[in-house]
């Protein structure tokens, strides 16, 4: 999962924007252009050039997504960068290919009914699905879906060129660059970052990407970035509670309850080889109305306090998971990196 992409993007506009940001990465990890193809049924231009450093790529405008799996059969990663309305429908076309592993979901809004399919038709097909609501993922020194991690400047001074020791998972796109500035400088550096979504229901959640990340053996520590709503915090813990009670254990879809075992397909094994940091933001919602949200769809604190950040603190700090305040983070890294081996 942690590894080179080959990516097609469909859209139009944003779509381009999209192909630069994964260019300016490209060429700063020294890596050939990863972007393959362009699908925009509305396009009238059949080659769109997009600069990697000092030299351009001309690469082909395709009207469907058959016509761009066929002309490079290697992509493996599609990023879809049209309105919310129709992402669902643009899933579909791309769940068709058995090849395309990585499907990133810029749009936000994205109507729920339409993304709760989406989280079944990821959790059925075996599919990363990132967002809706994301600015992707990016493995250092690798691969970038989206443009999570800024422009050129950003990326440089995060050291985002090579690979580093610290996983990220974060709700906000936000909050994503801050938290890679504050793990880039105190520790050993990022080995990949995830923005899941910050719609009500992102198709892969906390626990799905721990999980991946407890596969990754490059992977020392893990921050997971937090907010009120929802209950992906509270899932996370249970997910963690489990492995402190047995070491291994069988981690199930998001659709069943962790401890349910009967005819669950996508179970696997999971050892857990991380330190594991939570930061949770949103406590100042406790002084505002319940219900009233802040920033993203999915961080809003119910009327019946469900979702707090309070609540999710305690939780999380109960199963065992370190909790700290977003500004003890760079002295508690600096402290964990000293601990673990590199």
Request: proline residues 3%; hydrophobic residues 40%.
């Amino acid at each position: 999962m942690f590894k080179k992409f080959r990516t097609i993007l469909i859209g139009g506009e944003n779509a381009k924007r999209a192909a630069f940001k994964i260019a300016e990465f490209d060429y700063l990890a020294k890596i050939p252009f990863s972007v393959s193809s362009f699908v925009n049924a509305n396009a009238n231009e059949k080659f769109s050039l997009v600069n990697y450093g000092f030299q351009w790529h001309d690469l082909p405008v395709f009207k469907n997504i058959d016509e761009a799996i066929k002309f490079d059969e290697i992509v493996d990663s599609v990023v879809i960068c049209v309105n919310a309305k129709y992402i669902l429908e643009w899933v579909k076309k791309v769940l068709i290919y058995k090849s395309i592993k990585n499907i990133t979901i810029l749009a936000e809004d994205v109507p729920e009914k339409d993304a709760m399919e989406i989280v079944f038709l990821a959790e059925s097909n075996g599919v990363n699905i990132i967002g809706p609501s994301s600015t992707g993922m990016i493995v250092a020194g690798k691969g970038r879906l989206g443009e999570i991690g800024g422009d050129w400047k950003n990326l440089n001074l995060c050291h985002l060129d090579k690979p580093g020791s610290v996983g990220l998972i974060t709700k906000s796109g936000g909050m994503s660059g801050e938290f890679m500035w504050v793990i880039s400088q105190n520790s050993p550096g990022i080995s990949a970052a995830i923005q899941i979504g910050g719609d009500a229901f992102p198709a892969t959640d906390f626990t799905y990407w721990l999980e991946k990340f407890s596969h990754n053996s490059d992977t020392k520590i893990v921050v997971m970035a937090g907010e009120a709503g929802g209950d992906l915090e509270e899932r996370a813990a249970e997910w963690y509670e489990k492995y402190v009670a047995g070491s291994q254990f069988t981690v199930h879809s998001r659709t069943k309850s962790l401890q349910t075992t009967a005819n669950c397909e996508h179970d696997s094994i999971v050892n857990l080889p991380f330190k594991l940091i939570a930061v949770i933001s949103g406590k100042f919602l406790e002084q505002m109305p319940k219900g009233q949200k802040f920033g993203h769809a999915g961080a809003k604190q119910e009327e019946s306090g469900f979702g707090s950040a309070k609540n999710k603190i305690e939780i999380l700090k109960n199963s065992g998971i370190e909790v700290v305040e977003f500004e003890q983070l760079s002295s508690r890294l600096k402290e964990i990196s000293e601990t673990v081996s590199g």
